[in-house]
């Protein structure tokens, strides 16, 4: 009687956040297991995007910048500020072996474009009625606070 009345008390799961559920992956009767993901929960005041920008105009972009983010077929652009960049990107071209040496590809593009670095933009507040979801495009505009 113990254990089941303890199973029951397990079976009510509390986020840490306020937020949404997606990608639950449960059904009547399934059994959840310690470290098996069953869905995930987006924290609805963490809204924040990446901004990919070329290594020769990061010179431009600071931490604390402005920033205005439009989102592909939104007129209303949404308003931010650069909270970090990236320190460190993977070079595809020269991945690390399993013993840690570098695994040079013997067939290499010559034409090489420039890099793009991960700027982080948080987001100060999303409007009523804009539908926001991980993995959506946006066009992210950096005012410089400095040049």
């Excluded at 009510?12 to 993901?37: C, F, I, K, M, Q």
């Excluded at 308003?79 to 695994?103: F, H, K, Y």
């Excluded at 590809?105 to 700027?119: E, G, H, Q």
Aim: proline share 5%; hydrophobic share 45%.
């Amino acid at each position: 009687m113990a254990l089941a009345e303890l199973n029951l008390a397990r079976t009510t799961v509390h986020a840490p956040v306020d937020g949404y559920v997606t990608n639950l992956l449960l059904r009547p009767g399934d059994y959840a297991e310690v470290g098996a993901s069953k869905m995930a929960v987006v924290d609805a005041h963490s809204y924040w995007v990446y901004g990919y920008f070329e290594e020769t105009r990061l010179r431009h972009v600071a931490v604390g910048d402005r920033a205005q983010v439009t989102l592909l077929g939104h007129a209303q652009a949404l308003s931010g500020r650069v909270e970090s960049i990236a320190r460190a990107i993977t070079d595809r071209d020269n991945p690390v072996a399993a013993d840690l040496t570098a695994n040079v590809n013997p067939v290499f593009n010559w034409v090489r474009l420039a890099s793009r670095i991960p700027v982080r933009i948080r987001l100060d507040a999303v409007p009523e009625g804009i539908h926001l979801a991980a993995g959506m495009t946006c066009t992210v505009v950096i005012e410089p606070s400095h040049s």
